[in-house]
């Protein structure tokens, strides 16, 4: 496939890459819609599903971009200048934003640009984080033509691409990795969403054969072993969802609204972390209806993900199963994200052998389940998903097609050397 992609690269722009880039997709395994809580997320970068990007450096401001997975209708060749204002296309967008950010970084001065090739096998709108891929393999692409920096310390390429790769514990590395994900955190809020930095994360500072689990008020993070008996499945509705256009907006307000009124009595909560299951209880009178089903959501969510991590560690599957199962009722019933497809694939998934209990994942409203399944059973409960969803009664005349693949967990995002 390198080959065969090197040769359209040449073909697109009369030149042979001189980098190539993979960025791994990121699943969240438990702590959804958690980020803006200022909760905590266990997610996990996926190796199998990934951006591979094929870059050349430029010595000048100009940017092509040739996707080769863009659907009929959408443009997928595009050029313009890293000093350019926003255009309209979506996808250019994600890519703008992460110039602006890296701009931002080096005082607005002015960066050169590069040629690149993109061949994803990430699904689009399925909640795996197939816009973030996008932003961090600008970012590294960015990197690679104008170098690499920390906030205090900036690097040459070379130096960059090696710390980036490497991912060590030391601060030096941890400093690089961190200021990289933030930008492409900062990205997207400028591209127009406000979800957290946890994909972003994950996709550039996942370990392999590991989970990683985000505070997301300190902005920290720390690896947890994912036990070699059991593995994660992602299965694809084939509903497709626009997470800026979608409304959670609304969920978020009415959660903070309760977490305002519960603050009038303890002056220590800033947001839904603070909160405990004991004052949601005592307040609930003070709330609406309403109030206190959304903020029950990211307060049982906190808990459920070092109950979920427990599980793990002691290697009580149908207890980490049963948390991920509740989890699921949880965005359906209380922050209502779900959707009769997602409910479907769960609700399939659960009654399957093998598998400990699955639940949403990503934003909502389409998108994609993740199921813990058993490592020898794998092929079985894939085969049997996807045959089970696609026969649904209410799932065969919309002709959708699901497919689900196993999330194998991978290395953060790396740039090779390739000519």
């Given at each position: 496939?390198?080959?065969?992609?090197?040769?359209f690269?040449?073909?697109?722009?009369?030149?042979?890459?001189?980098?190539?880039?993979?960025?791994?997709?990121?699943?969240?395994?438990?702590?959804e819609?958690?980020?803006?809580?200022?909760?905590?997320?266990?997610?996990?970068?996926?190796?199998?599903?990934?951006?591979?990007?094929?870059?050349?450096p430029?010595?000048?401001?100009?940017?092509?971009?040739?996707?080769?997975?863009?659907?009929?209708?959408?443009?997928?060749?595009?050029?313009?200048?890293?000093?350019?204002?926003?255009?309209?296309?979506?996808w250019?967008?994600?890519?703008?934003?992460?110039?602006?950010?890296?701009?931002?970084?080096?005082?607005?001065?002015s960066?050169?640009?590069?040629?690149?090739?993109?061949?994803s096998?990430?699904?689009?709108?399925?909640?795996?984080?197939?816009?973030?891929?996008?932003?961090?393999?600008?970012?590294?692409?960015?990197?690679?033509?104008?170098?690499?920096?920390?906030?205090?310390?900036d690097?040459?390429?070379?130096?960059?691409?090696t710390?980036?790769?490497?991912?060590?514990?030391?601060?030096?590395s941890?400093?690089?990795?961190?200021?990289?994900?933030?930008?492409?955190?900062?990205?997207?809020?400028?591209?127009?969403?406000?979800?957290?930095?946890?994909d972003?994360l994950?996709?550039?500072?996942?370990?392999?054969?590991?989970?990683?689990?985000?505070?997301?008020?300190?902005?920290?993070?720390?690896?947890?072993?994912?036990?070699?008996?059991i593995?994660?499945?992602?299965?694809?509705?084939?509903?497709?969802?626009?997470?800026?256009?979608?409304?959670?907006?609304?969920?978020?307000?009415?959660?903070?609204?309760?977490?305002?009124?519960?603050?009038?009595?303890?002056?220590?909560?800033?947001?839904?972390?603070?909160?405990?299951?004991?004052?949601?209880?005592?307040?609930?009178?003070?709330?609406?209806?309403?109030?206190?089903?959304?903020?029950?959501?990211?307060?049982?969510e906190?808990?459920?993900?070092?109950?979920?991590?427990e599980?793990?560690?002691?290697k009580?599957?149908?207890?980490?199963?049963?948390?991920?199962?509740?989890?699921?009722y949880?965005?359906?019933d209380?922050?209502?994200?779900?959707?009769?497809?997602?409910?479907?694939?769960?609700?399939?998934a659960?009654?399957?052998?093998?598998?400990?209990?699955?639940?949403?994942?990503?934003?909502?409203?389409?998108?994609?389940?993740?199921?813990?399944?058993?490592?020898?059973?794998?092929?079985?409960?894939?085969?049997?998903i996807?045959d089970?969803?696609?026969?649904?009664?209410?799932?065969?005349?919309l002709?959708?097609?699901?497919?689900?693949?196993?999330a194998?967990?991978?290395?953060?995002?790396?740039?090779?050397?390739?000519?």
């Amino acid at each position: 496939m390198d080959s065969k992609n090197i040769e359209f690269f040449k073909e697109a722009f009369g030149v042979e890459p001189t980098y190539k880039i993979v960025t791994p997709s990121r699943v969240n395994i438990i702590g959804e819609h958690s980020d803006y809580f200022d909760n905590f997320v266990l997610s996990a970068a996926i190796e199998n599903l990934n951006m591979k990007a094929y870059v050349k450096p430029r010595e000048d401001d100009r940017i092509r971009i040739l996707s080769l997975n863009l659907k009929d209708n959408e443009k997928p060749f595009f050029e313009f200048s890293t000093k350019d204002d926003r255009y309209k296309v979506q996808w250019v967008q994600y890519v703008q934003g992460a110039i602006a950010m890296y701009a931002e970084e080096y005082k607005r001065r002015s960066l050169k640009g590069f040629d690149m090739l993109i061949d994803s096998s990430i699904p689009v709108g399925g909640g795996l984080s197939s816009s973030s891929a996008l932003t961090m393999t600008t970012l590294a692409s960015l990197g690679v033509a104008n170098g690499f920096t920390n906030g205090s310390t900036d690097y040459a390429p070379e130096q960059g691409v090696t710390i980036i790769n490497t991912k060590g514990d030391d601060a030096e590395s941890q400093d690089l990795l961190k200021k990289l994900f933030m930008m492409g955190c900062w990205a997207e809020y400028w591209y127009g969403t406000r979800g957290g930095f946890n994909d972003h994360l994950a996709i550039t500072a996942g370990k392999k054969l590991h989970a990683t689990l985000s505070d997301n008020r300190e902005k920290s993070y720390q690896y947890s072993p994912i036990p070699e008996e059991i593995t994660f499945v992602v299965c694809n509705t084939g509903v497709m969802h626009n997470q800026l256009f979608s409304e959670y907006d609304n969920r978020k307000k009415s959660a903070f609204s309760a977490i305002n009124k519960i603050e009038q009595h303890h002056s220590e909560v800033q947001n839904a972390r603070d909160v405990t299951s004991e004052m949601l209880e005592k307040y609930k009178d003070e709330l609406s209806e309403l109030e206190y089903k959304r903020l029950r959501h990211p307060i049982t969510e906190r808990e459920r993900v070092f109950a979920f991590m427990e599980a793990l560690k002691d290697k009580n599957f149908t207890k980490a199963g049963e948390l991920l199962n509740q989890t699921h009722y949880s965005l359906r019933d209380d922050y209502e994200v779900t959707c009769d497809e997602l409910n479907i694939m769960q609700e399939l998934a659960i009654g399957i052998e093998g598998c400990y209990g699955a639940r949403m994942v990503g934003g909502g409203f389409g998108g994609c389940v993740i199921a813990l399944v058993d490592q020898e059973k794998k092929s079985d409960f894939v085969s049997k998903i996807v045959d089970s969803y696609n026969s649904h009664p209410n799932i065969l005349p919309l002709n959708i097609g699901s497919q689900a693949w196993e999330a194998v967990s991978g290395d953060g995002i790396k740039i090779n050397f390739i000519g």
